[in-house]
């Protein structure tokens, strides 16, 4: 079935840092791949998404193109905040199945 | 516009007793998730619904577990009895469709079962 893999946290990173968080899918077809994030005490919400191969998503200055070569959708961002710290999450979908999460990882932004 | 609403927020109570957890869709869409969220066990699907109807309730994990969709905006979890190890935050999100789109989650019900 389909599955996503993501890196495991928890990523620790200095104010001003770069970003990467992997995420790679295996799937049927061609799905469409999501970033979602959780701040603390709170629901998931999206973060950006991509529909086809070599889109790219962004939002809040996080990127993730979506690579068929490589069956990936990493998020990027060029210099984290420390409103960034929050856990993430990779998730895609099927024509005809709803959402699957991968594990989540968490990041935390020190000043 | 509201968002995906939850209620309660926060629920304790003690082992053995029935707990029912609530969820207001955002209007007009007709896809409704539960999920269970945990530290040792991630977030878990726990069953969907399409047009009020249970597609897949697969994660629901013992018959102590039910949910219903009464009418097309609302939906119940309902927990009897409930076991510590019930404890957890409770989500659920709505979707336009089948649910193959962005999920909208709500702010979650976190369980505490003494």
């Known amino acids: 079935g389909d599955s996503v893999t993501q890196m495991e946290g928890p990523v620790t990173l200095s104010e001003e840092a770069f970003l990467t968080i992997n995420c790679t899918y295996t799937a049927t077809g061609y799905p469409s791949l999501f970033w979602y994030v959780q701040y603390p005490g709170e629901g998931l919400q999206l973060l950006l998404k991509?529909?086809?191969?070599?889109d790219k998503g962004s939002n809040k200055g996080f990127e993730a193109t979506y690579r068929k070569e490589t069956t990936s959708f990493h998020l990027e961002k060029g210099s984290v905040q420390v409103s960034d710290s929050a856990v993430y999450f990779c998730?895609?979908?099927?024509?005809?199945?709803?959402?699957?999460f991968g594990k989540g990882t968490r990041l935390s932004v020190i000043a | 516009d509201a968002g995906v609403i939850q209620s309660p927020r926060h629920e304790v109570t003690e082992m053995g007793q029935e707990v029912t957890l609530r969820c207001k869709l955002i209007s007009g869409h007709n896809s409704l998730f539960w999920y269970r969220q945990t530290m040792m066990r991630g977030l878990e699907l726990l069953i969907y619904f399409n047009n009020n109807v249970p597609i897949d309730d697969s994660g629901m994990p013992e018959d102590r577990f039910s949910a219903k969709m009464p009418n097309a905006s609302f939906s119940t979890l309902k927990i009897q009895p409930s076991e510590p190890r019930d404890s957890a935050v409770y989500f659920c999100?709505?979707?336009?469709?089948?649910?193959?789109?962005?999920?909208?989650f709500g702010p979650g019900t976190r369980l505490t079962v003494l």
């Open positions: 991509a529909t086809k191969a070599d």
């Open positions: 998730a895609l979908s099927g024509r005809n199945t709803p959402l699957v």
């Open positions: 999100a709505s979707a336009m469709g089948q649910g193959t789109d962005t999920q909208y």
